[in-house]
Structure formats: C-alpha cells, structure tokens
C-alpha cells in the first residue's frame, strides 16, 4: 500500500478552502490534514503538522503566500509547495519559481488541473522516498522542479551520494538560479532570491565550484570587506577547465 500524502491547504475564503479541500481528497492517496488562514498560520502548521506537501494561495491578508514560501525556505522545513493563485505577472512567477514551488496553478482552475498536479506529483514524492539517488533519479527530479516538464534520460548512471549538508532539491535551486541570472552573483544575492541564508547557499556554491560547475573570485572595492563572487560555467567553459 502507497503512503498517503499529507497535505497543508493555505486559503483565506472559507467556500473556496472547502472546494479546493474536496478536489484534493478526490485523488487517491492524498489527505488534507490541516487549513491555514495566512501566511502566519501556514508556517506554524507546517512545523506542528509536518504535511508532505502544501496547497498555498498567494494572496492573502497579513503575511502573504510568497512572505510564507519564502520563510519555509528560509528555515529549511522540510515540505513541497505548490503555488495557487491569480497572479500572473512575470516576476511573482519567477519569484515562486526560484523558492522552489513544484507547481503553479493559475485561479480560476478546474479539477482536472490539480489532479494533473497532483498526480505529477505522488510520481515525485514515490521517487524521492530512495534512500541514494542515481544520477538519473536525480534528473527526473529536478525536471519535475521546472513546472512538469519530465524529460528524463532513460539510461542508468553510477548511484551518487551527496557529501553530508548537501541535498539534491537545494542545489538544483541554487544551480538555477545562478544559472538564470546574467554575470556573477554573490552568496548574499542568491540567497535573497531563493530566501535561504548566505550560510547555506555558501555551503552549495563551495560543492559545485569542487565539482567544476562554478568559478568564483574575490571583488576588491575602495570601502569594506572584498566581496567573492560566482558565475556558473557554461559547456564550452566546464570542457576548458
């Protein structure tokens, strides 16, 4: 028998909370083991329920969706998000895409969307319960990241174990996102992107740099501390390292 998925369901109007509630029970093997309000309300849920997974509404009295996903990553809890709202501007998307939602469904939706999503996503959770993943475990897992889009490579790799403090779903969002900004960045400036200490995202930027995905040099300025700096290799440059 498959585990059930938990599910945290963030959403402020008490008509939708119970449509949106019985659209996901519809699903086989997904139950909604808590509601929350706001944004407050959604991280406090998430530490004293643990869901697997969180349905999270955007726009919302007090601190909104994005203030929450933004905190989740930021204290590092361990629980999926999938983003629902009638946002659609390019920023709020690219906002949430770079913290790590495993989806965006756009308001007004229909079952059949979210039971797409979620369907997608027990395929996802099922795969992540692997104690070691391979590097093609691996590249379906960051594919499903970017909204869905599964393209994997069907060819077995070599088992991979990431040395310890490095988990494979951060460092695909640390990856992307330098990999989607022009130039260099710094530690400080991804992690207020993605909304994770300059610590953490130091830890991952030191591993891809050992593992030849990343250069970094030190910016010398006329005032304070020089400042080290990333930028990601491209192909051409990883084969002349």
Same mark, same amino acid.
């Given at each position: 028998?498959?585990?059930? !998925?938990?599910?945290?369901?963030?959403?402020?109007?008490?008509?939708?909370?119970? &449509?949106?509630?019985?659209?996901?029970?519809?699903?086989?093997?997904? *139950?909604? &083991?808590?509601?929350?309000?706001?944004?407050?309300?959604?991280?406090?849920?998430?530490?004293?329920?643990?869901?697997?997974?969180? &349905?999270?509404?955007?726009?919302?009295?007090?601190?909104?969706?994005?203030?929450?996903?933004? $905190?989740?990553? /930021?204290?590092?809890?361990?629980?999926?998000? !999938?983003?629902?709202?009638?946002?659609?501007?390019?920023?709020?998307?690219?906002?949430?895409?770079?913290?790590?939602?495993?989806?965006?469904?756009?308001?007004?939706?229909?079952?059949?969307?979210?039971?797409?999503? =979620?369907?997608?996503? *027990?395929?996802?959770?099922?795969?992540? /319960?692997?104690?070691?993943?391979?590097?093609?475990?691996?590249?379906?897992?960051?594919?499903?990241?970017?909204?869905?889009?599964? /393209?994997?490579? *069907?060819?077995?790799? $070599?088992? &991979?174990?990431?040395?310890?403090?490095? +988990?494979?779903?951060?460092?695909?969002?640390?990856?992307?996102? =330098?990999?989607?900004?022009?130039?260099?960045?710094?530690?400080?400036?991804?992690?207020? =992107? !993605?909304?994770?200490?300059?610590?953490?995202?130091?830890?991952?930027?030191?591993?891809?740099?050992?593992?030849?995905?990343?250069?970094?040099?030190?910016?010398?300025?006329?005032?304070?501390?020089?400042?080290?700096?990333?930028?990601?290799?491209?192909?051409?440059?990883? +084969?002349?390292?």
């Amino acid at each position: 028998m498959s585990k059930t !998925i938990n599910v945290l369901l963030v959403e402020d109007d008490p008509m939708v909370q119970e &449509i949106n509630t019985s659209f996901i029970e519809r699903v086989e093997g997904f *139950k909604v &083991i808590g509601w929350a309000r706001n944004g407050e309300e959604a991280i406090e849920n998430v530490k004293r329920l643990a869901p697997h997974l969180v &349905i999270l509404d955007l726009y919302m009295p007090g601190k909104g969706g994005l203030e929450a996903l933004r $905190a989740i990553r /930021q204290q590092e809890l361990d629980v999926d998000v !999938i983003a629902v709202t009638a946002a659609n501007d390019r920023e709020t998307v690219l906002r949430v895409m770079r913290l790590g939602a495993v989806d965006y469904i756009f308001k007004p939706f229909q079952f059949h969307r979210i039971q797409a999503a =979620l369907l997608r996503y *027990k395929e996802h959770f099922r795969r992540n /319960q692997s104690a070691v993943f391979s590097q093609s475990m691996f590249d379906v897992a960051r594919e499903f990241t970017m909204f869905g889009n599964k /393209q994997s490579n *069907k060819k077995e790799e $070599a088992e &991979i174990e990431y040395p310890k403090g490095i +988990q494979a779903f951060t460092l695909q969002q640390v990856s992307d996102c =330098l990999k989607g900004e022009a130039g260099e960045m710094s530690a400080e400036e991804i992690g207020q =992107l !993605i909304g994770m200490s300059r610590v953490t995202v130091r830890r991952y930027l030191e591993y891809l740099e050992s593992v030849g995905k990343v250069r970094s040099y030190m910016v010398y300025g006329t005032v304070g501390r020089p400042m080290k700096m990333y930028t990601w290799l491209n192909e051409q440059k990883e +084969q002349n390292v």
